[in-house]
């Protein structure tokens, strides 16, 4: 199978072709296999997938989690150990997916978008494939990142209920640790709107103008990812799936509420970015219109000092003023005193 980067790669191409389709992160791809029940947990990475069919049939609960997209022939193979159709699989490998949930009677697959900051400020962002089915779940990442350390230390650890429960709820533990994610990255742009506010007050520039652009674009983006989560959550909240136990549609509908919170604080943040575009606007507006109103106010000054030196530097021979003794100091003197005035008149007005 080809591996591509990027959409021109698939060109021409039938339905259900393999093409690993966005950002190879370097590495070879990882297979580990976390299968627990209620007495403990056995994590183990998979040298060979091919005994991987036998969790389909088992009585504990598998958690299947492969980092790393760019090895086609691995997720092949993953694919017919657990009978995943084509186009899903298609859909795993073309990693600009938007956020969907597609129900295939024996398993969900479930397309997210998994955000986190990092340490320059700046959000990274990666597409997380979920394939939730009767008793396993399989989860693709792009990268070796580790998005879900939380859910494994909890199983591993025996904390909380989440080794009592099936299938259902890790997957809803994944999607939880996702969208828990997503209020980092809002902490983070709030956190970055509180710095562009005091910018805004004390020195805006062409520099606070371009963080605006670039924080727009972040949010922008975001916002793609999100909006189309509200959709998956609320279809998993209702309960319309039959992988989806009774018990487990309280801790879904939660995150369907904080998908909910995720998007409304979004959407604030947004309101307020627009809003300080605005003013950054209006600021710069402002700040031109001082600087043409000194210089209009210089201007109009020296109209008639520029007058008075215009009348005086004539080339005529018969001017009574030009053999006066104190000709002169007199101009200078009308000179000073028609700028005082003007200085005087433009201050009683408040223009100066």
């Known amino acids: 199978m080809a591996e591509k980067r990027g959409m021109a790669g698939k060109a021409g191409l039938p339905p259900e072709s393999l093409v690993h389709v966005g950002r190879e992160y370097g590495g070879s791809a990882k297979v580990t296999v976390l299968d627990y029940d209620a007495a403990g947990a056995r994590e ?3 040298a060979d997938v091919a005994g991987l069919a036998a969790f389909r049939s088992a009585d504990t609960v598998t958690w299947i989690s492969v980092d790393g997209l760019h090895n086609v022939g691995l997720i092949e193979k993953i694919g017919a150990a657990f009978s995943i159709h084509p186009l899903v699989l298609e859909d795993i490998l073309n990693t600009h997916q938007r956020p969907k949930l597609e129900d295939y009677e024996d398993y969900l697959y479930i397309v997210l978008q998994a955000f986190a900051p990092e340490q320059d400020g700046k959000t990274a962002g990666e597409q997380v494939s979920l394939i939730v089915g009767d008793g396993y779940v399989l989860s693709f990442q792009e990268s070796s990142r580790e998005i879900f350390k939380a859910v494994r230390e909890r199983i591993n650890g ?3 209920r989440i080794r009592r429960e099936g299938a259902d709820y890790l997957a809803y533990s994944l999607l939880d640790t996702i969208v828990d ?3 980092l990255v809002l902490e983070e742009m709030a956190e970055r709107l509180e710095d ?3 910018t805004m007050v004390t020195r805006p520039g062409q520099g606070t103008l ?7 674009r972040e949010m ?5 990812a999100l909006w189309p989560l509200r959709e998956v959550a609320g ?3 209702r309960g319309e799936s039959h992988l989806i136990r009774q018990t487990t549609l309280p801790y879904y509908r939660d995150a369907y509420d904080h998908t909910i919170q995720v998007i409304d604080t979004l959407e604030t943040y947004r309101d307020i970015l627009s809003g300080m575009l605005d003013i950054y606007l209006s600021s710069i507006s402002n700040r031109l219109n001082e600087i043409m109103k000194v210089l209009t106010i210089i201007s109009t000054i ?6 008075l030196a215009g009348v005086y530097g004539m080339n005529f021979k018969y001017m009574p003023e030009l053999e006066w003794e104190y000709g002169y100091p007199a101009v200078w003197a009308v000179m000073i005193l028609a700028g005082l005035v003007m200085v005087g008149f433009f201050r009683r007005h408040r223009w100066l």
Not at 210 to 216: A, E, G, P, R
């Open 220 to 224: 922008l983006f975001f916002r793609k």
């Open 196 to 198: 562009l506010e005091d």
């Open 235 to 237: 279809v998993l909240s």
């Open 210 to 216: 371009q963080d605006i652009h670039s924080l727009k």
């Open 302 to 307: 020296f109209i008639p000092l520029t007058f």
């Open 158 to 160: 025996g904390k909380g």
């Open 44 to 46: 183990r990475t998979a």
């Open 181 to 183: 994610n997503y209020y």
